[in-house]
Nanobody
Framework: QLHLVESGGGLVQPGGSLRLSCAAS????????IAWFRQAPGKEREGVSC????????YYGNSAMGRSTISRDNAKNTVELRMDNLQPEDTAIYYC?????????????????WGQGTQVTVSS
């Protein structure tokens, strides 16, 4: 059975950092690009970052650019996202998703598998 399980969310003070982890099982992890998305109340889902399957190329959305790092460990079937200098506007549910693409990362609607999400709240 396929699973994507996010962890590492919680309450973070403004200016702090977070490290989110996505653990996968039930599919051939190394063949899938893995992405992080987030959705805040009343807002549309937003792509945060993605790491490809073949050459581990990394991509970042505007909100994550310059303060985030995504990495993957195919031996452990995990992907980590580190984000620094968090601000209240980073408050959202963060989801990981898996999808396939010939190169790079899939389009948002082409991700096949999604986790349940982990809440990140940035507040003092």
């Amino acid at each position: 059975q396929l699973h994507l399980v996010e962890s590492g969310g919680g309450l973070v003070q403004p200016g702090g950092s977070l490290r989110l982890s996505c653990a996968a099982s039930g599919f051939t992890f190394e063949n899938y690009a893995i992405a992080w998305f987030r959705q805040a109340p009343g807002k549309e889902r937003e792509g945060v970052s993605c790491i490809s399957s073949n050459d581990h190329s990394t991509y970042y959305g505007n909100s994550a650019m310059g303060r985030s790092t995504i990495s993957r460990d195919n031996a452990k079937n995990t992907v980590e996202l580190r984000m620094d200098n968090l601000q209240p506007e980073d408050t959202a549910i963060y989801y990981c998703a898996a999808g396939r693409a010939v190169t790079g990362c899939p389009r948002t609607n082409d991700y096949e598998y999604w986790g349940q999400g982990t809440q990140v709240t940035v507040s003092s």
